[in-house]
């Protein structure tokens, strides 16, 4: 039962907290900094919630601190999307631009973003330094990694570039994506997220695993089998959108159609792996 709970719990908050953010941020721009005030609102209360849940090692308290962490992330890409923490750049590259100064500019969209990550990383692995319950700080740690690797494929470049997921006031992010039917980091990143689900499924699986640690690794198991299906997004013809067109306004799924699905120069975006930039050789939103 631990199971079955943790697979459909982890899968509903995952695909709902997802929808929200895209929700949110296909809005009218004034309407963000009220969005962001009621996610900042939220992201305390998680934190709160994180701090606490860190003392309990119990079955409440796995789902506790996997909610927590996922919250937290999904602050990020939120203030992200919305264009509140980004970088010191806000315009595409040159067309010229190659290399070394074409990865430097990328990095350049996103630099704030990655530092207030950083600092929340440490601040939660403060918080649960020593403490029984370490799935809220696992559950964060994981949503990093994955969105990290899911920026470097769709800067080194794949098939599907969704520009649904992609805010207008983020479109110069698209200079910085490429289109290509497979890149030598792709089969790693699924291999190596793969590899983690399977364990995680072994650990939680196993006879000596109580309910807090079954319930626990269940719920890491079923968020990372998520990271790795949606970077299959990214190659595979699948339409990402199906899973959110409820959240995402008809303006951009008009342009959706209009192009046939392909990503025009200016008008591209990643799937929703990539939530948040293409940036430096994920984003979340969640």
């Given at each position: 039962?631990?199971?079955?709970?943790?697979?459909?719990?982890?899968?509903?908050?995952?695909?709902?907290?997802?929808?929200?953010?895209?929700?949110?941020?296909?809005?009218?721009?004034?309407?963000?900094?009220?969005?962001?005030?009621?996610?900042?609102?939220?992201?305390?209360?998680?934190?709160?919630?994180?701090?606490?849940?860190?003392?309990?090692?119990?079955?409440?308290?796995?789902?506790?601190?996997?909610?927590?962490?996922?919250?937290?992330?999904?602050?990020?890409?939120?203030?992200?999307?919305?264009?509140?923490?980004?970088?010191?750049?806000?315009?595409?590259?040159?067309?010229?631009?190659?290399?070394?100064?074409?990865?430097?500019?990328?990095?350049?969209?996103?630099?704030?973003?990655?530092?207030?990550?950083?600092a929340t990383a440490l601040l939660l692995?403060?918080?649960?330094?020593?403490?029984?319950?370490?799935?809220?700080?696992?559950?964060?740690?994981?949503?990093?990694?994955?969105?990290?690797?899911?920026?470097?494929?769709?800067?080194?470049?794949?098939?599907?570039?969704?520009?649904?997921?992609?805010?207008?006031?983020?479109?110069?992010?698209?200079?910085?994506?490429?289109?290509?039917?497979?890149?030598?980091?792709?089969?790693?990143?699924?291999?190596?997220?793969?590899?983690?689900?399977?364990?995680?499924?072994?650990?939680?699986?196993?006879?000596?695993?109580?309910?807090?640690?079954?319930?626990?690794?269940?719920?890491?198991?079923?968020?990372?089998?998520?990271?790795?299906?949606?970077?299959?997004?990214?190659?595979?013809?699948?339409?990402?959108?199906?899973?959110?067109?409820?959240?995402?306004?008809?303006?951009?799924?008009?342009?959706?159609?209009?192009?046939?699905?392909?990503?025009?120069?200016?008008?591209?975006?990643?799937?929703?792996?990539?939530?948040?930039?293409?940036?430096?050789?994920?984003?979340?939103?969640?």
């Open positions: 039962m631990h199971y079955i709970g943790a697979v459909l719990y982890a899968t509903f908050l995952w695909w709902f907290s997802t929808g929200v953010i895209f929700f949110l941020n296909a809005r009218a721009p004034h309407t963000f900094r009220w969005s962001m005030l009621a996610g900042t609102v939220v992201v305390l209360g998680a934190l709160y919630g994180f701090w606490e849940s860190a003392k309990q090692e119990t079955l409440f308290g796995a789902f506790a601190g996997f909610s927590c962490g996922l919250l937290i992330w999904g602050w990020h890409t939120m203030s992200y999307y919305m264009g509140i923490i980004t970088g010191p750049r806000r315009e595409s590259c040159p067309p010229e631009c190659r290399g070394w100064r074409h990865f430097l500019h990328a990095a350049e969209t996103s630099l704030y973003h990655e530092i207030a990550i950083v692995t403060a918080l649960a330094y020593d403490q029984p319950n370490q799935y809220g700080l696992w559950t964060f740690l994981a949503l990093w990694a994955m969105h990290v690797s899911a920026k470097l494929n769709v800067f080194l470049g794949v098939r599907n570039l969704n520009k649904e997921f992609i805010p207008n006031h983020l479109q110069y992010l698209t200079r910085f994506f490429r289109r290509r039917t497979m890149n030598l980091l792709f089969p790693v990143s699924v291999t190596i997220g793969t590899s983690i689900t399977i364990m995680l499924i072994q650990t939680a699986a196993a006879s000596e695993s109580g309910p807090f640690v079954a319930a626990g690794h269940t719920l890491l198991a079923t968020l990372m089998a998520f990271a790795v299906i949606e970077h299959w997004f990214m190659i595979l013809p699948i339409p990402a959108d199906a899973l959110w067109r409820w959240s995402l306004s008809p303006a951009p799924l008009a342009r959706v159609k209009s192009t046939g699905g392909a990503a025009p120069e200016t008008g591209s975006a990643a799937a929703n792996a990539c939530k948040d930039y293409p940036a430096a050789p994920r984003p979340g939103p969640d």
